[in-house]
């Protein structure tokens, strides 16, 4: 696949287009936005931040990045892709809203049909995410900002992906092109569940699985996706723990049960959920 910077960027102040240069993106009413040495750019106006410091630590994305890396979501990745690419045009934009440190998005790039060009990406309200993502992969544009307010011109993508995060379907909505594709991955009920029994002392019931259709949209499909998982090392049941957010949610003594496990089997399941933007 030929991967292409997005270059349909809006001013987060102003909602104007804006054009870049090999140092900053600009719009027209002078407001500028520096992209920094390692390739992204802080889409994120400091008027618009609930803390001082955003989304997932540095220690948080550094352990996302060792445990997706070692390969152990990487039928998640695959199922991703399948689903973004059918009735993907020839040329055609992506945007992943929450990216993390771009897992998915290197896993969607490295799809082999060379005559697929995609102009991708990658937005998180976590700057050390965006900051992990630019580093491992230059091609992709790669920007902090918010799902509440996207720095993106309307109905300039085609699809948009939001994986275990937190969806603004409005905001969705408005950036897709009619007839592009929401692609949203959610936890299922069983999801870590070894995990959660160790850490927590009752599991909370559990929500439906099924997801209401949001305005806007008309449900294509959901796909319920399952497998077991072993882990090995009591490094990698950190990494795991730690870039979820059991690892706040839990007490003192649920970490303390989780940190002295060398190993642990896992049940992974995840509902993959694809909605279609409906033309105006």
Known sequence: MHITPFLALACPLDGNPMTANATSWRC???HCFDIAGQGYTHLLPVQKKRSLDPGDSKEMVAARRR????G??????????????TDLPADAA?????????YYLRQLAAAGDDRQCLAVLGLDISKWATLAAAKQDRRASWVVGSNANLPVLPGSVDRVLCLFGFPVYG???RVLKPGGQLLQVDAGPDHLRELREIIYPTLK????AELATPAGFTLLSSDTLRYSLV??????????????PHLYRASAEGRDRAAALTALALTVEVRLTRFGRLAE
């Open 94 to 102: 992506c945007l992943d809203a929450g990216c993390g440190e771009g």
């Open 67 to 70: 445990f997706l890396n070692a």
């Open 28 to 30: 027209a009413a002078g």
């Open 205 to 208: 019931a559990e929500r439906s």
């Open 72 to 85: 152990h979501y990487q039928p998640i990745a695959a199922a991703v892709r399948r689903a973004v690419l």
């Open 231 to 244: 882990l090995s090392g009591a490094e990698t049941i950190a990494d795991l723990l730690a870039m979820t």
């Open 171 to 173: 905001e969705f909505a």
